[in-house]
């Protein structure tokens, strides 16, 4: 026999199984009733060992828990039915791009270039085996990720469908199903992106050199030389001061831009290396230089040469002014040397070796290894300071200014270096591209594109993507529109 105290006139009793046994909810119960203890109060009578059920009380709370389980059920519906159409949606852009792609013919040209591998006589001409090879593993790269593609789209699929077979929401599954349709989404973006991308560097790594002030050495600090100026002394220190203050501006801009760019590499998985970087006096960056090893690097990237500009209140203003800086961004393919078949002229160069700066290092300061090369008829220079021999920088400054070239040669769509007009070279920056602006509002607006976002924290932690994928569109447009010109 149970005995039972009934503690309120208000408890309802409802039967159910105890905790942690096999039996089944009571037959009144709707299968898919909540059982959780977090919420509902259990009030459990001693019973008889003959008697192994309990008897549990609805409290008025308890019928409000209830009433707020029922609610959150409701949202998880509305979850759960906005997610399928995002797997739907998903699901029909996969395929679309997996059938624009041409995935037969993928295979097709897969299989005829393994054969031309196979062959006895491949590594005849080791220049056009190695044009085969890179070929080659393009084609198995993109076959590989449409396969994902319709993978990844599939395992949302059989989440989905799970989910309406089973009684109750699992939300669990629901949040790696909305992963996957998020991470796949990005892939798709990428892919994209890529298909924008038709230039012969575009799918090299990139090498980004960030130089503080619009002008190089122009906005940063320099000394004022008191034997030929006739200014009283006062003038003459207060003007060395502003300039050392608009040095520390453009020097700590320039460094905020080294930041942006390598957590941008970081982001997509690239090797990233900050391997040359000259240090302002007192704060920020004179100069650096990026290598960001990735397939597509070169062609994400190449937009962002140009001139960026900081409007900002200045950090080293004690009243708070507010204040604009500019640096300059150039970026080159990171071109193997054995790809880059140009023979520059001994004439045609000018090379100058200095000291490096920076520290540590028994040769820092105190041996010229650091070389510049200028390719004379066309003014344009690289530096290279981050190798410990004259030699090897040398190596490497020359091998940066083939890549240099062979990129101007295509933007003037030259068939050789010597074809290059140097009255056409831009400057090295060229012109402003973007602007940032801290105060008095946040907005970032990139001023070819016109696409900005008040996001800015964002964009300084290399969140690049939108105004990649908006240049890579105007510069494919733009690309159109002078094709059509030409036929006419």
């Not at 396969?147 to 989910?163: G, N, P, R, S, Y």
């Not at 050789?416 to 105060?439: L, M, P, S, T």
Request: charged share 25%; aromatic share 8%.
């Amino acid at each position: 026999m149970i005995t039972m105290q009934i503690l309120h006139s208000s408890l309802r009793p409802i039967w159910c199984s105890a905790p942690h046994t096999s039996l089944k909810p009571h037959r009144n119960l709707p299968l898919n009733f909540p059982l959780s203890s977090s919420l509902y109060r259990y009030n459990f009578l001693s019973t008889s060992s003959r008697f192994p059920l309990h008897v549990l009380f609805a409290s008025p709370e308890s019928q409000l828990d209830m009433e707020v389980s029922t609610e959150t059920s409701k949202w998880a519906m509305q979850d759960f039915y906005t997610l399928r159409r995002d797997v739907e949606a998903t699901s029909e852009r996969a395929e679309e791009i997996r059938a624009s792609a041409g995935l037969q013919q993928l295979e097709e040209e897969l299989a005829n270039l393994e054969m031309k591998a196979a062959d006895s006589s491949f590594w005849d001409d080791r220049a056009k085996a190695q044009e085969t090879l890179l070929a080659l593993t393009d084609v198995k790269d993109k076959i590989k990720l449409l396969t994902d593609f319709k993978m990844q789209v599939e395992d949302a699929e059989t989440i989905i469908k799970l989910t309406e077979e089973m009684d109750s929401i699992d939300t669990g599954l629901l949040d790696e199903a909305a992963n996957i349709i998020k991470e796949l989404n990005k892939a798709l973006d990428r892919f994209e992106l890529t298909q924008l991308l038709s230039g012969p560097y575009d799918k090299e790594g990139a090498v980004i050199s960030i130089t503080a002030g619009a002008g190089g050495t122009d906005a940063q600090s320099k000394p004022v030389d008191k034997g030929l100026s006739s200014e009283p002394v006062s003038k003459i220190h207060l003007f060395s001061a502003f300039c050392c203050f608009i040095g520390h501006q453009v020097q700590d801009w320039a460094d905020m831009l080294l930041r942006m760019y390598v957590r941008w590499g970081e982001k997509q998985r690239y090797k990233t290396r900050v391997v040359e970087k000259s240090m302002g006096e007192e704060a920020g960056i004179k100069s650096a230089t990026i290598e960001i090893e990735g397939r597509y690097a070169y062609g994400y990237l190449s937009g962002e040469k140009g001139t960026h500009r900081i409007v900002r209140q200045s950090p080293f203003n004690s009243k708070g002014l507010r204040q604009t800086s500019f640096s300059g961004v150039e970026v080159m393919p990171l071109l193997p040397e054995e790809s880059m078949d140009v023979e520059i002229p001994e004439e045609d160069l000018e090379i100058s070796f200095s000291r490096a700066g920076g520290s540590g290092g028994q040769n820092v300061n105190k041996v010229e290894t650091a070389v510049r090369i200028t390719h004379i008829p066309t003014g344009v220079a690289v530096r290279c300071t981050e190798e410990r021999s004259q030699l090897a920088n040398k190596i490497k400054a020359l091998s940066r200014l083939k890549a240099k070239l062979l990129v101007i040669a295509e933007e003037q769509r030259a068939s050789e270096i010597k074809q290059i007009r140097g009255d056409a070279v831009k400057a090295e920056w060229g012109q402003q591209i973007r602007n940032y602006v801290f105060h008095p509002y946040k907005l970032v607006k990139d001023t070819r594109t016109g696409y900005e976002t008040s996001d800015i924290t964002s964009v300084m932690d290399g969140e690049l993507e939108p105004f990649i994928k908006a240049y890579l569109k105007f510069k494919y447009s733009m690309t159109l529109s002078l094709n059509k010109t030409d036929d006419r």
